[in-house]
């Protein structure tokens, strides 16, 4: 992997503190991050805190609070409901105002849930997915910079109607000089399916996603997934895509996310 999405700056208090590097920014928009980074670096916050417990996590929920600032970024994480079969943990990011205030811009709440031996009854809703030759555009941002160029994107061919489906895996790391979990890879791009799925043109509109909320029934494996997504758009400015979620071995879960669709001026 070449770059990275953050630098780990000192800590101040309770907050680990890190540099947003230029491949976090969005293809919205430059100044701001895409929602798969900060997905990603606070499932991080949770998976270190939570390290040991035995629990492993079964759903992620990131609620993007604001605009994310390519900025210093301050992350921390608690347990909200603590328990030795289920947990709900939270993770928060923060940025810092003109003012100086430092202001919450993305949360993400994790249920993690203890594992037991059901591999005798274990069922996938869908066949694995096989990557075939990639078609001719890989999606519609055609020479965006930033995030997109620190994911490698194999769009499938699909006939018409049906649900898009590409191969995503990351290229770069979340942050400079260490490692990061299977969880925390597919974090790093999960978050793609609205652009997967996009049911519109974006030199016509936009279609931002307010969250993206991922469950996942078998933990994922590897550094390439992919999903399958297909956008809906309602007749007031409000859309939703959902998304199959797959690793080599298979099907691991889904996503759902809420859309702001709005006409560009």
Known sequence: MIGCHYRRLPSVGEYQTFESTTDTCSNWDPAIQHGSPPLALLTKAIEELTAGSGLRIGRLTLDI????????????AWVDRPGARISLVMAE?????????????????????????????????????VEREPAGVAHAWKGA??????????RQ????????????????????????????????????????????????????????????HRLPEGSDFALRARGSIGPDGVGATTAEIFDRRGFIGTSAQTLLVMRTP
Do not use: C, K
């Not at 609070?65 to 921390?76: C, D």
């Not at 910079?145 to 194999?154: A, E, I, M």
């Open 65 to 76: 609070l604001g605009a994310i600032p390519v900025a210093p970024v301050r992350v921390r």
């Open 93 to 129: 990011m923060s940025a810092e105002r003109p003012d100086g205030a430092w202001r919450a811009v993305a949360r993400v709440s994790a249920w993690l849930l203890a594992p037991s031996d059901t591999a005798d009854v274990a069922t996938d809703r869908f066949p694995p997915l």
């Open 157 to 216: 061919h699909t006939a018409p109607g049906e649900a898009a489906e590409v191969w995503l895996s990351p290229l770069t790391s979340l942050v400079a000089d260490e490692e990061s979990t299977v969880v925390q890879r597919l974090a790093l791009v999960v978050d793609s399916a609205n652009g997967v799925g996009a049911a519109l043109d974006p030199e016509r509109f936009v279609f931002m996603n307010t969250d993206t909320s991922v469950h996942l």
């Open 145 to 154: 910079t930033g995030y997109l160029q620190t994911v490698s994107w194999r």
